[in-house]
C-alpha cells in the first residue's frame, strides 16, 4: 500500500512490531503511523481508529488482518482456546470493520479487504476447527457488509493458502507437513507475503472499482480441486 502511495496507519497489539513496519515505509519515503491496540477491546479499537482518522485526515482502506490460530483435534479443544480465536478471527474483524466504517460512511466511502482462509473454504488438510469455523466466518461477514455498506463502502476478503509467516512458521518446519501442502497444492509451493499483499492491493485500489463481496482466493489451485 505504501508503495502504491498510500499514507498508512499501522495497528498491532505489538508496539514494537508495528513500529518495525511504520519506520520501513518512512525510510522508504511513506508516511505512516502507529497506533497499539487489542483488536479484543471494543473501546480501544474505536479510540485507535478515531485517532487514524485525526493523524491522517479520512480512512480510504482498511486491511482488516488480524488472526491467531490454536491447533487441535475438536474433541481437545477448550473453551478458553475456542473463544480466544473467535475473539480475535471474528469479533475482532467485525469491530475493526464496524469502527473504520463509521468513518468512511461519514465521508467519501472506501474499501475494505478481510482476510479469510483456504480454510473458512474447506474443511482444511489438518484439525483446526476454531481457525475454520471464524475464518469461514468471515467469509459470509464479508458478503453481508458488502451488501450493507454499498455503495459507499466496497467490502471483499482474500482467501490465502499457507503463507510463510510467523503464524506457520512452526509448521512449516515440519517437513512431512510441508511435503503435504506442496501436494495438495496444484502449483506446488507455499505462497509469499507478497503474493497475498499484491491480491489486498488489487482489491483496495481502483481497479476494482465493480468488486465487492467477492472472497479471491490466493491458493496456487488448492481450492481447485
Known amino acids: 500500500l505504501a508503495s502504491a502511495g498510500a499514507s498508512v496507519a499501522v495497528l498491532d497489539r505489538d ?15 511513506g508516511k505512516a503511523s502507529v497506533h497499539v491496540v487489542d483488536v479484543r477491546d471494543e473501546a480501544a479499537i474505536d479510540a485507535a481508529i478515531d485517532a487514524v482518522a485525526v493523524a491522517h485526515g479520512a480512512i480510504d482502506i482498511l486491511i482488516n488482518n488480524a488472526g491467531i490460530a490454536v491447533r487441535s483435534k475438536a474433541t481437545e479443544m477448550t473453551l478458553p482456546d475456542w473463544n480466544r480465536v473467535v475473539d480475535v478471527n471474528l ?6 470493520a464496524r469502527a473504520a466504517a463509521r468513518h468512511m460512511l461519514e465521508g467519501d466511502g472506501g474499501a475494505i479487504v478481510n482476510t479469510s482462509s ?51 512458521e512452526t509448521l512449516l518446519q515440519n517437513p512431512d507437513v510441508l511435503a503435504t501442502i506442496e501436494a495438495a ?22 481497479a476494482a472499482a465493480m468488486v465487492t463481496g467477492t472472497i479471491l482466493p490466493i491458493d496456487g489451485g488448492y481450492l481447485a480441486r
Open 185 to 206: 497444492t496444484p502449483l506446488g509451493r507455499i505462497a509469499e507475503p507478497e503474493e497475498i499483499a499484491a491480491g489486498m492491493l488489487f482489491l483496495a485500489s481502483p
Open 91 to 96: 469479533t475482532g474483524m467485525f469491530l475493526v
Open 15 to 29: 508496539g514494537a512490531a508495528a513500529g518495525e513496519v511504520a519506520a520501513e515505509i518512512t525510510a522508504a519515503g
Open 118 to 168: 483456504i480454510m473458512g473454504l474447506s474443511g482444511g488438510l489438518y484439525p483446526n476447527v476454531a481457525y475454520q469455523t471464524t475464518k469461514g466466518g468471515v467469509v459470509n461477514m464479508t458478503r453481508a457488509l458488502a451488501l450493507e455498506w454499498a455503495p459507499r463502502i466496497r467490502v471483499n476478503a482474500v482467501a490465502p493458502t499457507f503463507v510463510r509467516s510467523a503464524l506457520t
